[in-house]
Protein backbone atom coordinates (compact mmCIF):
# COMPACT_ATOMS: atom_id res chain seq x y z
CA UNK A 1 0.00 0.00 0.00
CA UNK A 2 2.96 2.29 0.78
CA UNK A 3 4.30 1.68 -3.04
CA UNK A 4 0.99 2.59 -4.23
CA UNK A 5 0.77 5.96 -2.14
CA UNK A 6 4.29 6.75 -3.43
CA UNK A 7 3.97 6.54 -7.16
CA UNK A 8 0.17 8.00 -7.02
CA UNK A 9 2.18 11.17 -5.11
CA UNK A 10 4.62 11.22 -8.16
CA UNK A 11 1.99 11.43 -10.45
CA UNK A 12 0.01 14.03 -8.83
CA UNK A 13 3.28 15.92 -8.53
CA UNK A 14 5.03 15.13 -11.99
CA UNK A 15 4.62 19.25 -13.84
CA UNK A 16 2.63 18.42 -17.71
CA UNK A 17 5.17 18.93 -20.04
CA UNK A 18 5.89 22.30 -21.26
CA UNK A 19 4.61 23.00 -24.91
CA UNK A 20 7.18 24.69 -27.47
CA UNK A 21 5.76 26.85 -30.06
CA UNK A 22 7.08 26.14 -33.77
CA UNK A 23 9.49 29.07 -34.85
CA UNK A 24 7.53 31.83 -36.97
CA UNK A 25 9.10 31.06 -40.62
CA UNK A 26 9.16 34.60 -41.36
CA UNK A 27 11.29 35.62 -38.30
CA UNK A 28 13.15 32.51 -38.78
CA UNK A 29 14.15 33.21 -42.56
CA UNK A 30 15.83 36.62 -43.80
CA UNK A 31 14.13 37.66 -47.21
CA UNK A 32 16.11 37.04 -50.06
CA UNK A 33 17.89 40.09 -52.22
CA UNK A 34 15.94 41.90 -54.69
CA UNK A 35 17.97 42.77 -57.75
CA UNK A 36 16.85 45.39 -60.08
CA UNK A 37 18.60 45.65 -63.46
CA UNK A 38 18.64 48.41 -66.17
CA UNK A 39 15.60 48.37 -68.63
CA UNK A 40 15.63 51.96 -69.65
CA UNK A 41 17.67 54.94 -69.80
CA UNK A 42 17.34 58.37 -71.02
CA UNK A 43 20.61 61.15 -71.23
CA UNK A 44 20.45 64.75 -71.86
CA UNK A 45 22.61 63.71 -75.01
CA UNK A 46 23.04 60.09 -77.32
CA UNK A 47 24.83 58.03 -75.52
CA UNK A 48 27.91 56.58 -78.00
CA UNK A 49 27.35 53.00 -75.74
CA UNK A 50 23.88 52.42 -75.75
CA UNK A 51 23.00 51.25 -71.93
CA UNK A 52 19.05 50.50 -72.80
CA UNK A 53 16.25 51.94 -74.90
CA UNK A 54 14.69 55.22 -73.67
CA UNK A 55 11.56 55.02 -71.50
CA UNK A 56 8.19 57.46 -70.87
CA UNK A 57 8.89 59.94 -68.95
CA UNK A 58 12.65 59.72 -68.73
CA UNK A 59 13.04 63.07 -70.55
CA UNK A 60 10.62 65.01 -68.05
CA UNK A 61 12.77 63.51 -65.45
CA UNK A 62 15.75 65.05 -66.59
CA UNK A 63 14.56 68.39 -65.91
CA UNK A 64 14.93 67.63 -62.38
CA UNK A 65 18.79 67.82 -62.40
CA UNK A 66 18.92 71.72 -64.07
CA UNK A 67 22.51 72.19 -64.70
CA UNK A 68 23.86 69.12 -61.93
CA UNK A 69 26.07 66.70 -64.25
CA UNK A 70 25.99 64.16 -64.41
CA UNK A 71 22.43 63.88 -65.60
CA UNK A 72 20.61 60.58 -66.80
CA UNK A 73 16.97 58.99 -65.81
CA UNK A 74 17.47 55.31 -65.61
CA UNK A 75 14.05 52.69 -65.04
CA UNK A 76 14.75 49.59 -63.47
CA UNK A 77 12.99 46.51 -63.09
CA UNK A 78 13.46 43.25 -60.47
CA UNK A 79 12.47 39.31 -61.02
CA UNK A 80 8.49 40.24 -60.41
CA UNK A 81 8.35 42.54 -63.08
CA UNK A 82 7.97 45.53 -60.43
CA UNK A 83 9.65 48.58 -62.07
CA UNK A 84 10.96 51.95 -60.26
CA UNK A 85 12.55 55.05 -61.74
CA UNK A 86 16.03 56.76 -60.21
CA UNK A 87 17.51 59.81 -61.26
CA UNK A 88 21.29 60.27 -61.46
CA UNK A 89 22.18 63.55 -60.66
CA UNK A 90 26.14 64.60 -60.09
CA UNK A 91 26.75 62.52 -56.90
CA UNK A 92 23.25 60.83 -55.78
CA UNK A 93 20.57 58.28 -56.87
CA UNK A 94 17.48 59.74 -56.14
CA UNK A 95 13.63 57.66 -56.22
CA UNK A 96 11.51 61.12 -57.48
CA UNK A 97 8.71 59.20 -56.37
CA UNK A 98 9.91 58.00 -52.43
CA UNK A 99 12.58 60.45 -52.01
CA UNK A 100 14.92 57.81 -51.16
CA UNK A 101 18.85 59.18 -51.93
CA UNK A 102 21.44 56.19 -53.23
CA UNK A 103 25.32 57.73 -52.96
CA UNK A 104 26.76 57.79 -56.08
CA UNK A 105 30.11 58.84 -55.54
CA UNK A 106 32.66 57.27 -53.11
CA UNK A 107 35.71 58.86 -52.12
CA UNK A 108 37.11 55.41 -51.04
CA UNK A 109 37.50 54.61 -54.90
CA UNK A 110 40.78 56.50 -55.38
CA UNK A 111 43.85 55.99 -57.08
CA UNK A 112 44.25 53.45 -59.99
CA UNK A 113 41.05 52.60 -59.67
CA UNK A 114 39.32 55.76 -60.05
CA UNK A 115 41.39 56.17 -63.00
CA UNK A 116 39.98 52.67 -64.34
CA UNK A 117 36.50 53.44 -63.71
CA UNK A 118 36.51 56.85 -63.70
CA UNK A 119 32.62 57.70 -62.11
CA UNK A 120 31.43 54.50 -60.69
CA UNK A 121 28.28 54.11 -62.20
CA UNK A 122 29.21 54.73 -65.89
CA UNK A 123 27.15 53.09 -67.93
CA UNK A 124 28.73 50.22 -68.96
CA UNK A 125 31.31 50.22 -66.09
CA UNK A 126 34.84 51.33 -66.66
CA UNK A 127 33.35 50.94 -70.50
CA UNK A 128 33.07 47.37 -70.42
CA UNK A 129 30.59 46.43 -73.52
CA UNK A 130 29.72 43.36 -71.62
CA UNK A 131 29.56 44.73 -67.67
CA UNK A 132 26.65 45.32 -66.20
CA UNK A 133 25.54 47.55 -62.86
CA UNK A 134 22.76 45.88 -60.73
CA UNK A 135 21.33 47.53 -57.72
CA UNK A 136 20.17 45.14 -55.00
CA UNK A 137 18.27 45.69 -52.21
CA UNK A 138 18.83 43.63 -49.08
CA UNK A 139 16.99 43.80 -45.45
CA UNK A 140 16.13 47.72 -46.20
CA UNK A 141 20.16 48.20 -47.39
CA UNK A 142 20.85 48.96 -51.02
CA UNK A 143 24.27 48.36 -52.81
CA UNK A 144 25.62 48.86 -56.15
CA UNK A 145 27.31 45.52 -58.07
CA UNK A 146 29.19 46.30 -61.28
CA UNK A 147 29.92 43.08 -62.62
CA UNK A 148 33.13 43.36 -65.45
CA UNK A 149 34.23 40.91 -68.15
CA UNK A 150 37.84 41.82 -68.39
CA UNK A 151 37.02 44.06 -71.69
CA UNK A 152 38.45 47.29 -70.47
CA UNK A 153 41.10 49.44 -70.18
CA UNK A 154 42.35 48.13 -66.86
CA UNK A 155 41.58 44.80 -67.81
CA UNK A 156 39.13 44.39 -64.88
CA UNK A 157 37.34 41.56 -64.17
CA UNK A 158 34.69 40.20 -61.73
CA UNK A 159 32.33 41.91 -59.10
CA UNK A 160 33.03 45.38 -57.51
CA UNK A 161 30.33 45.73 -54.41
CA UNK A 162 29.77 49.64 -53.39
CA UNK A 163 27.42 50.21 -50.52
CA UNK A 164 24.85 52.96 -51.41
CA UNK A 165 24.20 54.65 -48.57
CA UNK A 166 27.84 54.73 -47.07
CA UNK A 167 31.17 54.83 -48.30
CA UNK A 168 32.07 50.95 -48.18
CA UNK A 169 33.43 49.37 -51.39
CA UNK A 170 34.27 45.67 -51.61
CA UNK A 171 36.89 44.59 -53.97
CA UNK A 172 37.31 41.00 -52.96
CA UNK A 173 35.99 39.83 -56.21
CA UNK A 174 37.95 42.23 -58.04
CA UNK A 175 40.61 40.77 -59.86
CA UNK A 176 43.46 42.41 -63.12
CA UNK A 177 44.37 40.06 -65.62
CA UNK A 178 42.96 36.71 -63.06
CA UNK A 179 45.44 38.43 -60.20
CA UNK A 180 43.17 39.14 -57.07
CA UNK A 181 43.21 43.25 -56.82
CA UNK A 182 44.47 43.00 -53.30
CA UNK A 183 47.40 40.20 -54.31
CA UNK A 184 48.54 42.10 -57.39
CA UNK A 185 45.70 43.01 -59.25
CA UNK A 186 46.10 47.15 -58.17
CA UNK A 187 49.69 46.95 -59.06
CA UNK A 188 49.23 45.77 -62.53
CA UNK A 189 45.84 48.47 -62.75
CA UNK A 190 48.41 50.65 -61.48
CA UNK A 191 50.95 49.91 -64.55
CA UNK A 192 48.03 49.78 -67.01
CA UNK A 193 47.08 53.69 -66.26
CA UNK A 194 50.48 55.09 -65.14
CA UNK A 195 52.01 55.62 -68.93
CA UNK A 196 48.56 57.58 -69.73
CA UNK A 197 47.16 60.37 -68.62
CA UNK A 198 44.12 61.12 -66.61
CA UNK A 199 41.40 60.59 -69.98
CA UNK A 200 40.29 64.21 -70.53
CA UNK A 201 36.40 66.10 -69.73
CA UNK A 202 35.65 65.45 -73.12
CA UNK A 203 36.02 61.84 -73.21
CA UNK A 204 32.22 61.88 -70.63
CA UNK A 205 29.59 63.00 -71.90
CA UNK A 206 26.61 64.79 -70.00
CA UNK A 207 25.07 61.56 -68.75
CA UNK A 208 28.66 60.24 -67.24
CA UNK A 209 28.34 57.55 -70.57
CA UNK A 210 31.61 56.43 -71.25
CA UNK A 211 33.25 57.06 -74.98
CA UNK A 212 35.58 54.97 -76.66
Not at 20 to 43: K, Y
Not at 183 to 205: F, H, Q, T, W
Amino acid sequence: PLVWLWLLGACVSDPEPQMVAPPDPLEATPPSPVTWRLIGRVTPTKPTIPAAPPFEGGAAMLELCGEHRPCAAERLQDEDGRTRDLLWRAGKMIEPDSGLELRGYWPSIDGALRMCLRLALFHPPAADPAGQRLLVEESDQHRWELHLTGRNSCALSGVIRLHAEDDQIDLRELTVDGKPWSKGGRLLAEDKVGGSAVRPASALDEAGDARP
